[in-house]
């Protein structure tokens, strides 16, 4: 009777800890689709619910689901609705294969007062396919080559006019060199980088591109002239670089360590659009012009050194 007794007890702490977890965390994964082509992108959301007073420790989510190909980090959403607070956290994966994939279960560690507990987040399935190929048929063109017969007269006059051509750069580039000598050298004016990108997000306001539908044209220009900025103000080839590349070249920059927070957001904003097809609310878009108004004249004051080496261009 007493080994029962224990044993009744045991079982209704641990049904009544698994309740108080349940009311402090609750946890769902979900994917846009189950179905995927080999190499498409995977859009992987984490979706966490707790009391306010509940402390969130997520792991590394590259770590975690190493079986698939790790993408990017995108939109972090954090939203409080009668007394819980909602997360949001977005990735993106691919898969390089086709096979049925099943998405990992992991934990993620929660702190709660004094105690510490761990919930577990579901595996997810989805299905990875492969092109449709016709193995019985030989690789060929959409269209046979089309063959041009040699016309020996219109290659002779093609050579001609290249050479005359050739000719009068010679002729004009010895004109121009001549008369830059007689010339007094006038003073360059170099626009600062920062005046360049005010205006340029000046004139982008008054296209009103998302407001009339454009929200791809709006997020590829916008973050253009962002990235022409920083490449102008901060000498790295941000053009050619992804966002988080860009962010590590921030940190090394003491004038750019300010606006690391403002840049991550902006850029994520800005990957959404680009690789999920996330079609953004209009507050979004406005705050992306906020953001980017904000890492421009935070960054905007050129040092005494800049300035002369400007002035001397």
């Not at 975690?64 to 939203?79: A, G, V, Y």
């Not at 007394?83 to 956290?89: A, D, L, M």
């Amino acid at each position: 009777m007493v080994k029962c007794g224990y044993s009744n007890i045991l079982l209704f702490w641990f049904l009544f800890s698994q309740l108080i977890n349940a009311q402090q965390i609750s946890l769902k994964a979900t994917t846009d689709t189950s179905d995927y082509k080999i190499g498409d992108y995977i859009q992987y959301q984490l979706e966490i619910v707790h009391a306010p007073d509940v402390k969130i420790l997520l792991p590394s989510i590259k770590d975690s689901l190493k079986n698939l190909e790790f993408i990017d980090t995108l939109h972090t959403e954090i939203k409080r609705l009668d007394n819980r607070i909602i997360e949001k956290h977005d990735y993106l994966f691919s898969y390089y294969d086709s096979a049925r994939v099943t998405i990992p279960s992991f934990y993620v560690k929660y702190v709660a007062g004094n105690d510490t507990g761990f919930a577990a987040v579901e595996g997810l399935t989805i299905n990875v396919h492969a092109l449709k190929t016709d193995p019985a048929k030989d690789i060929q063109d959409v269209k046979a080559p089309v063959t041009i017969p040699l016309n020996w007269i219109m290659i002779l006059l093609i050579i001609t006019g290249i050479l005359v051509v050739l000719m009068l750069i010679y002729v004009a580039y010895r004109y121009w060199k001549n008369k830059k000598r007689m010339t007094v050298e006038k003073a360059v004016v170099k626009i600062p980088p920062h005046e360049k990108a005010l205006v340029s997000l000046k004139e982008l306001e008054a296209k009103k591109l998302w407001q009339q539908g454009f929200i791809k044209e709006y997020h590829s220009e916008i973050t253009e002239i962002i990235r022409r900025y920083f490449e102008e103000r901060f000498g790295f080839n941000a053009l050619e670089q992804t966002s988080a590349e860009i962010i590590e070249e921030l940190k090394k920059s003491n004038d750019g360590g300010n606006i690391i927070d403002t840049a991550e957001k902006f850029f994520s904003n800005a990957d959404m659009v680009k690789f999920a097809k996330f079609e953004p609310l209009p507050k979004v878009n406005e705050e992306m012009m906020k953001q980017a108004y904000e890492i421009v004249e935070q960054t905007a004051s050129m040092t005494k050194k800049e300035v002369e080496v400007a002035a001397n261009v």
